[in-house]
Structure formats: C-alpha cells, structure tokens
C-alpha cells in the first residue's frame, strides 16, 4: 500500500511500475472478449465477428486499417 508523502509515493511509485519494464522495453497485457458474446466467445465461436472487433479496432489507431 502506498503511503502519500511525496518521497514514499515516488519510491511506491517507482516500486510498482519498474518491474512492467524488462530490458528498457514497457511489457504490456491486453485481454480480448468478442462483443458478440463476451466470455463465452469459446463456446459460440464466431469468427466473423472477432474480424469485425479487429477490423474496428484497426480503424481506431490513426494510419491503420488503411491497406
């Protein structure tokens, strides 16, 4: 738990966000659920719709999407 005096936010700060970094590269996680049918995407496989959330998703990121 973070105490919030200015020195010991940064050291908890610093603490907690260092270990997302390996080897001067930021490690990021992303979990996807279809919008079609969320966490039981497994059980009612529709891969149209996954095409659909990537293709949207694409879109969103400016110069993307775009072939």
């Given at each position: 738990m973070c105490n919030?005096?200015?020195?010991?936010f940064h050291n908890c700060?610093?603490?907690t966000l260092m270990p997302?970094?390996?080897?001067?590269r930021f490690?990021?996680?992303?979990?996807?659920w279809a919008s079609a049918n969320a966490t039981r995407m497994w059980r009612d496989w529709r891969p149209?719709?996954?095409e659909?959330?990537?293709a949207a998703l694409a879109a969103a990121i400016?110069?993307?999407?775009k072939e």
């Open positions: 919030f005096s200015i020195p010991q700060i610093m603490e997302l970094f390996i080897d001067g490690e990021l996680g992303v979990n996807y149209d719709e996954i659909k959330d990537l400016p110069g993307e999407g």
